[in-house]
């Protein structure tokens, strides 16, 4: 507390300085200097959000409680303060009297349409209102996230007789002892609603009602009417949300947010939705059919349920294709799978990995490397976070302890991380992936090159920076290379015998690459589609949570044997985590990534010198310092089309 005060308070005097500079504004005397204020505070900032997320604890929750209103009204105080927009209006009026680079004009518009955007041209009375709700928005959405932990650390599926773990893997049996036993518990077996536990049991376990007892523990959370359900939380963030961007002079929340992206629209998001969820879901009803028909071959006369699902597929997979995810795992210790994603970069781009045992760690799980240019230049530092663990969250994800930045020839390097929950090592297992964990593994790292290749000069827009749909691109197309044969080759060595994946097996899995892509499909658009429904609404007085939810489910025609990726009370992206109206950009990269990557495919060669300079110097050094289109545009050479998209997912 006292460092986010100490970084306020000098925010506060540079700002000043900025408003009390008698020279005629300009972009270095005002821009400039509001992107060098606040270095301390950004510093403590970064830090403190990574930890919170990552390993957390009861005291990090009270401070950043205590926090949130602080740091919204001190935001606040910035964005809504006269003098200072007069200053960025008058350099934003005048900016063809100086000599701007694309770069600073951005950094411009983004600034002067931040301030427009946070109330600026609003009156007084009316400023004061818009503080207000985002003072209540920031404790809200953080409160949300904090429910959606606590709910799902609460619930454990505790198993006592031996007999109701037939099915599972050795490996998983083990997980659930060591879960049982760092719990208190003897002679017991505890599986949780963390993914890593979750997904193994749900593909595995033979025993119905417990795979209905976890998956419902999973998709109630923060819906149970106990002190973290978050549908009254939800209710008032979308009431809040709409008197925003309504006093701003939007019709929607959506409206808002959309204005800057690629798609700009609630109309052209669902445009592009719909066209890919009317096959995916076509998709998905032959997979239900698919999987009736074995459980009828296996005797049984139930209907298929969502918690069926993963068992039956899994039962599928292995007898069209004769591979399961138990056969591949072996191959899929995660620090070869990282190399693995280290070994593509550096065959890309010359860039190299070099561990580094002396720097400060936050949690023993950590590990930290230098990333160097071919030439042994320094380029950042690349921390990475792969387990588990009851202090942090669910997911996987990127962020920056220190953005890149170059300003005024000041040079900074950025520190980047890498978090993901795959399964720990145990006894004497290290950590083995499953195929979507590897792909995990690569999309985060994607996101991580983002950060470190950026080669801007101001922290607006460097790195991620850049417009909601167009952030996952670099992140997504760098699981392509992780689905092609000739990489996987790279790192899929099996963890006790170093024997590289037979050619057998790859050519199976390649075959299953299409299998159960309308669930996955489904299971992620009505995720995008709920997000647009939920913000494109006019009133929300009398919303019941659940009940707005089935039927927004039910107008797209969703099946009752899939359940929406994430349901509202738990659906941290748009209601915790920045994606409001946003969550479509993944699909919409999608586009993006598979289109992009095609431009590698076409020359023949995965790692064309060429390609992958062009699309360093135009994607990963850009950042956001320039229009998105424009720069994927540059790269490609024209703008991106969907069928490779529906093709690799065997929709079309």
């Known amino acids: 507390m006292p460092a986010y005060a100490r970084g306020i308070e000098e925010q506060k005097a540079e700002i000043a300085a900025i408003i009390n500079n008698t020279e005629q504004p300009s972009f270095v005397n005002t821009i400039v200097a509001i992107e060098k204020s606040g270095k301390l505070l950004s510093k403590v900032s970064n830090v403190f ?4 997320e990552a390993n957390t604890n009861d005291e990090f929750n009270k401070i ?13 105080e910035i964005t809504l303060n006269e003098k200072l927009f007069g200053k960025i209006k008058f350099v934003y009026d005048n900016k063809e009297n100086e000599n701007l680079t694309a770069e600073e004009l951005t950094v411009l518009d983004k600034y002067y349409k931040d301030f427009v955007r946070s109330g600026a041209l609003l009156s007084n009375e009316d400023k004061e209102i818009v503080k207000g709700i985002n003072k209540e928005l920031s404790s809200l959405t953080l409160k949300f996230g904090d429910n959606v932990l606590a709910d799902n650390n609460k619930f454990e599926l505790v198993i006592t007789q031996k007999e109701d773990l037939v099915g599972l893997s050795e490996s998983i049996i083990l997980m659930g002892k060591e879960a049982a036993e760092e719990r208190g518990y003897t002679d017991s077996w505890v599986y949780t609603i963390d993914r890593p536990s979750l997904y193994p049991f749900l593909t595995y376990s033979e025993n119905r009602k417990l795979r209905e007892k976890l998956f419902k523990g999973y998709i109630n959370k923060g819906n149970n009417n106990n002190e973290f359900d978050n549908k009254e939380i939800i209710r008032k963030i979308l009431e809040l949300r709409l008197k925003k961007a309504n006093m701003l002079g939007y019709k929607t929340h959506a409206d808002y947010v959309l204005e800057n992206t690629m798609a700009k629209t609630p109309a052209k998001v669902n445009e592009l939705l719909m066209k890919i969820w009317e096959p995916a879901l076509e998709k998905a009803k032959v997979e239900v059919y698919d999987l009736q028909q074995l459980i009828y071959k296996d005797g049984e006369k139930f209907k298929l349920e969502a918690w069926d699902w993963w068992f039956y597929a899994e039962k599928l997979k292995k007898e069209k294709y004769g591979v399961d995810e138990n056969m591949l795992r072996p191959y899929f210790k995660m620090e070869n799978v990282r190399q693995g994603a280290f070994d593509v970069a550096t065959k890309l781009w010359g860039i190299t990995f070099k561990k580094l045992e002396n720097i400060p760690i936050y949690h023993e799980d950590v590990e930290a490397f230098e ?12 921390y990475t976070d792969y387990f588990p663990r009851a202090s942090k969250r669910g997911g996987a994800w990127m962020d920056s302890f220190r953005k890149q930045s170059n300003i005024q020839g000041n040079a900074i390097s950025p520190v980047i991380y890498n978090v993901g929950n795959f399964a720990k090592p145990s006894g004497d297992k290290p950590s083995l992936l499953s195929i979507d964990q590897v792909q995990t ?7 991580g090159l983002h950060g470190l290749l950026s080669k801007c000069h101001y922290p607006r827009v460097s790195g991620t920076a850049v417009p909601r749909d167009f952030v996952e691109f670099p992140s997504q197309i760098m699981e392509n290379w992780a689905a092609e044969p000739e990489v996987i080759k790279l790192f899929a060595k099996h963890y006790q015998t170093g024997e590289t994946i037979p050619d057998d097996l790859l050519e199976k899995v390649k075959k299953a690459g299409t299998f159960n892509m309308g669930f996955v499909t489904v299971e992620y658009m009505s995720a995008a589609l709920l997000d647009m429904d939920w913000h494109t609404q006019t009133d929300y007085s009398n919303i019941d949570v659940n009940k707005f939810e089935n039927e927004s489910l039910s107008k797209i025609g969703m099946i009752d044997e899939i359940v929406v990726r994430y349901k509202s009370t738990y659906f941290q992206h748009i209601f915790a985590g920045g994606y409001s109206s946003g969550y479509y950009s993944y699909i919409w990269s999608g586009v993006l990534d598979t289109d992009g990557f095609q431009a590698f495919k076409e020359t023949g060669d995965l790692y064309d010198q060429k390609t992958a300079k062009l699309y360093r110097e135009n994607i990963l050094e850009k950042g956001g310092s320039e229009d998105a289109m424009g720069l994927y545009v540059k790269f490609r050479g024209r703008e991106p089309e969907p069928n490779a998209l529906l093709e690799k997912r065997g929709l079309k």
């Open 49 to 52: 959000t990574g930890l919170k």
């Open 64 to 76: 950043a409680e205590t926090l949130a209103p602080i740091i919204s009204q001190h935001e606040d």
């Open 371 to 382: 990333v160097l240019e071919k030439d042994g230049t320094h380029i950042g530092v690349l």
């Open 441 to 447: 593994l690569f999309h985060e790292f994607g996101h």
